[in-house]
């Protein structure tokens, strides 16, 4: 088995050699690699281009209205997809189409690394949003397991909730003009935040779930202290990956040893 991460403008306070050092201690003989942004070994002028109109037309602006099929951006949208793809700008706030997206990296893959023995996972700080059918609306999503396998960095804090009275004291917050950095201080350390120590060790569990994904096609476990857990919540984010006391749950530990094992 192979791990390739990709750093996409994932968030700076993010340290991926560590990510890169925890997956070799789990993962035995697998072989783990660091690259850069996907886009990078196939910069021409043209392919640049390319990309920047397909990531510019997975950009969603309604949160309640489907997207095309086809969608033609506008000239500004493509724009400002090619400065982030050559580095230029780190900004985010933009929603994507995950599924959209995850393709679109899938094809800079290099076709000779498609196969089941790697696992592909960019780390990026694009917002992704899958459509649900059953309200009529996109919700935010930390990762996308998949080929390749997609976590955000601003997903894990945007996507699991907040505690309920978080948000009800937002809203009086907003309506008094109060200032939120002190809001936010009185809920310290009950989710992850921007610039927050914390990412680093979040992120390994996500890591996990995309090799889980991989050696079994799952990669969520029921277990709320497993560090597979699929969280909803940022409570139960924190809790399997930095509170329960251990990393995963005895099935998981124990198929996690038979990979070991097993490698090629
Ligand atoms: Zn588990």
Wanted: charged share 30%; net charge neutral; hydrophobic share 35%.
């Amino acid at each position: 088995m192979k791990v390739i991460l990709y750093n996409e403008s994932a968030a700076e306070e993010l340290n991926i050699e560590e990510i890169a050092r925890y997956l070799r201690q789990k993962l035995g003989k697998a072989k783990i690699e660091v690259r850069g942004s996907p886009f990078v070994s196939s910069l021409t002028q043209d392919s640049i281009l390319d990309f920047a109109r397909k990531i510019a037309s997975a950009k969603i602006q309604e949160v309640n209205q489907k997207i095309p099929s086809e969608q033609e951006p506008l000239h500004g949208e493509i724009e400002y997809e090619k400065r982030r793809i050559l580095g230029k700008t780190r900004a985010f706030g933009v929603l994507y189409d995950g599924f959209r997206l995850r393709r679109i990296f899938g094809e800079v893959i290099p076709g000779e690394e498609l196969s089941l023995e790697f696992v592909h996972i960019i780390l990026t700080n694009r917002l992704l949003v899958t459509w649900d059918n059953s309200n009529q609306r996109y919700h935010l999503r930390a990762s996308i397991y998949s080929i390749p396998s997609v976590v955000s960095t601003t997903g894990l804090i945007e996507a699991p909730a907040k505690p309920r009275e978080y948000y009800l004291l937002k809203q009086q917050y907003e309506r008094l003009g109060k200032d939120l950095s002190e809001l936010k201080e009185s809920f310290r350390g009950s989710f992850i935040d921007y610039e927050d120590k914390r990412l680093s060790e979040v992120v390994k569990g996500y890591a996990m779930q995309a090799v889980f994904y991989s050696l079994t096609g799952d990669p969520f476990c029921e277990d709320k202290g497993c560090r597979l857990y699929n969280a909803h919540w940022q409570e139960e984010l924190i809790f399997a990956q930095l509170e329960s006391g251990y990393e995963f749950c005895q099935r998981h530990t124990r198929l996690l040893r038979k990979a070991q094992a097993s490698h090629r």
